[in-house]
DNA sequence: TCCATTCTCTGACCATAGTCAGAGAATCGT
DNA sequence: ACGATTCTCTGACTATGGTCAGAGAATGGA
């Protein structure tokens, strides 16, 4: 990494915390203290549970409950035990609540509009496409991959979204019971194991594999990347993820079969070093099969 | 502006501050406190007065007089008097002080570098190209242009750079006593007057009007941008406002005269609705003489 | 049934980051 | 020379944003 990118990281660091800091200061210091108005945002208008607040913002159950109390006091929320659960309790705004969340919704225009409007309409253009850039750029420097159990709730929703998109995607849908399954057992180790990428919590990847340690051979399924954060490298990222762990559990080759329709997946297995070979399975969703040589470590 | 715009700036807000947030908390917060480490940032290897501290930070003097003790009771600084003024007190850091301050600066490049290492190169280069846009357009959105006496050390500045600028460019130099002159009173209020654009508190362009209510004719004069904010239309938004400020004093031909060698200036001009006259004085540094006609308000 | 756990709440603390009033010394302006 | 101003400092006070220990009610698991 050069110094003068560093430099310039540090730089935009400066400058907008700098600028955002001072804009919060002008535009969100009404009435209630910083503390107050991120419960009040955070409570939303479909109310929350206290637990759930307290997670979410990583705070101390005892300050919660008495910034709460300070809310109640000024009749911005409500707060009444859960019906199912009589430890639980969940918040609600009130209409006062409800308005006083509205203006802070229009403060946080107002600030960004601050930010606009002393520039002309392509300055503008030009900044929020950078910002979009940047924005993307962090988010991706922002992913963790893991490997995961599939039958964490994060794992069983990669998974659910993989199957709903190959539904959309291939023509005549998809059925899983027609496709070679890749049970939770093969997806666990020895048997083989599963990624999960996160960014900040949220899952927004997988990849798993299968592995043969008698034949060398580990099949690559699963493969999925969440629209959000797509165009990132994401995949990629997986893909060689995935090679590594294969590699480390004494796989030579890696093997993968994928759909016609998933035109950007094959470009993706192009790329990273897979060549295209006659059907290894008889796979009936699969249109190509690539096959790639993996380094020993 | 638009509502996309809006929302796409505040998106951009919430992941950054956040990002930068958690990292900072993650580095910086090392045994002091994040007030101490500032003001042992703001001191600076070459020491700093204890007023100059003040109102860089806009602190308190009693808050900055506390800090500074317990930084001297850890050993870190030395405050001795001014030499010259024995109210003034300077603060300078000790060997332990500017090592504490070297670590400080580490933790910043650790932190950018963060933001840089789960990236592949080609992301790193357009993060860092996407974030000098988000600055210079965000720094852009900072310019403010006032009225400003001549004699205040800002306009001071932006004169003294615009006639070392010219120094450099005109061939064979520039000698302000061969020039037509503009004196101070010829740029204050009635006669004339000075505007200084500033981004937080620096001087960063000027630009100068002489008046001549009779006539209904104004000369602009004394335009400057300084190189680290060009590119951002500041000259454009200097020469409008003149011409605001013109036309409201009664104002109906606004006239200048430049240099061949300022190619972008003449750009500007041209631009910007004047057109080329007739020399109407005999500038001698003036190869290009413009005129425009003014709206009247 | 009963013990462990979960969830919320209260009370007692604490550090940070200030603000405000005023005092004392030095300097400036006239 | 002297009154106004500037600069720094001390003391008293405050709000914010927490942490920690423990109590009491509800629930879950064996």
Redesign the pocket.
Known sequence: MEAEQIEAVRRFNRVITQRIGALEDAYLSRE?????S?LLWEIGSEGA????L?SR?S????????Q??RLESEGLVT?D??E???????VRLTDAGASERALLDRSSDELAASMLEPLTASQRDRLVAAMAEVEKLVIASLVRIEITDPRDPDARFCLRSYFAELGRRFDGGFDPAQSIPAGDQEMSLPDGLLLVATVQGSPVGCGALKLHPDTGIAEVKRMWVSSGVRGLGLGRRLLECLAKEASTRGTSTLRLETNQTLTEARRLYETAGFVEVEAFNDEPYAHHWFQRDLKPV
Chains 1, 2 share one sequence.
Request: avoid cysteine; charge should be positive.
């Open positions: 209630h203290s910083l503390g107050l991120r549970e206290v637990r759930v307290r913002l705070l101390d159950s005892g300050y919660v409950s008495r709460l109390r707060t035990p859960d199912n659960d009589g430890r639980v309790r969940t």
